[in-house]
């Protein structure tokens, strides 16, 4: 069965670096997202992404955050200077269609950050 | 406002058992979908209910759905300890299909 795929599984890093991480959708699926799950708590909404320009973000989707689909298959989160309150698994999505199918959204196995 | 809070937070059964879990929310859905998440692992999707429909089965897991109470209930029959995890449910709004809003989740725990 097709799944969504993510890269690093775990990185660890400096307060105040970059970090880019990397997800290849499932590969007939239009619509893209970034999930992050901060340790004990909820998942929550980060962004979605549709025909290569954001759709919808959250308050948490400052301007730290940026997302691009730089060729035909991935699809990136990057977070310009990390936080210690980034430490968190961040999941990526992605989903073919919405309206009167039902909009099945389907998550890869996550990257854990640890920022120190 | 919160959608998708689950209840129990926790469940402990046997091997055997039936598992109930429920899941409410607040305001008007396209859909609502429930998810499993293995400790520190991916969430997996299980099953994803119309707010149309009052009631979809999948193999041992039956969902159904009430919009007049906005609430949504998981059985998993005949568990086995393989189904140790947290579900969740997520629940979309009505005005846009993008966005999951997730519960905290019921983390149920099977014993052989």
């Known amino acids: 069965e097709p799944e969504v795929t993510q890269t690093p599984s775990h990185q660890v890093t400096q307060m105040g670096q970059e970090v880019i991480l990397r997800c290849v959708p499932i590969?007939?699926?239009?619509?893209f997202y970034w999930y992050r799950q901060i340790l004990g708590q909820k998942v929550e909404f980060l962004v979605s992404f549709y025909n290569n320009e954001i759709s919808e973000k959250s308050e948490i989707f400052d301007d730290q955050f940026s997302v691009e689909r730089p060729d035909g298959s991935n699809f990136t989160l990057k977070i310009r200077s990390t936080k210690l309150e980034d430490s968190a698994m961040y999941f990526c999505?992605?989903?073919?269609?919405?309206?009167?199918?039902?909009?099945?959204?389907?998550f890869g196995e996550g990257s854990w950050l640890t920022v120190v | 406002s919160q959608q998708g809070e689950e209840d129990p937070q926790a469940l402990s059964i046997q091997e055997g058992e039936n598992a109930t879990m429920n899941c409410s929310y607040k305001?008007?859905?396209?859909?609502l979908q429930w998810y499993r998440q293995n400790s520190g692992r991916g969430l997996v999707h299980l099953i994803l209910?119309?707010?149309?429909?009052r009631e979809k089965h999948s193999g041992r897991l039956r969902v159904t759905l009430d919009t007049s109470k906005k609430s949504s209930s998981l059985l998993i029959t005949a568990s086995r300890a393989a189904d140790t995890a947290s579900y969740f449910c997520?629940?979309?709004?009505?005005?846009?299909?993008?966005?999951?809003?997730f519960g905290a989740g019921t983390r149920l725990a099977v014993h052989p």
């Open positions: 997520a629940t979309d709004a009505e005005r846009g299909y993008n966005k999951l809003i």
């Open positions: 999505a992605s989903s073919v269609e919405v309206e009167l199918s039902g909009n099945t959204i389907y």
């Open positions: 209910i119309r707010s149309n429909e």
């Open positions: 590969s007939n699926h239009l619509y």
């Open positions: 305001t008007s859905i396209n859909n």
